[in-house]
């Protein structure tokens, strides 16, 4: 019983420290060519993302 509150606690804390120090985290993360590479990749395979990539990129203005 315990070690399962000890387990409980040290879950949470880790949560907690990761939210406050999420974007030093993904700055260091991204730091990297690979990992940001994967990460790209991965995020394009979602269709939802891409296609908002899609639209913003090749935006159209119409001419008034």
């Not at 019983?1 to 949470?12: A, D, I, T, Y």
């Not at 060519?33 to 908002?52: D, F, G, H, Q, Y």
């Not at 913003?56 to 203005?61: N, P």
Request: glycine share 4%.
């Amino acid at each position: 019983m315990l070690s399962r509150l000890l387990k409980l606690m040290f879950v949470g804390y880790a949560i907690v420290k990761a939210f406050q120090y999420r974007y030093h985290i993904m700055n260091w993360v991204l730091g990297n060519e690979r990992i940001r590479k994967w990460a790209v990749a991965t995020s394009m395979r979602i269709p939802s993302i891409r296609n908002l990539f899609i639209r913003s990129s090749f935006r159209t203005t119409s001419a008034q």
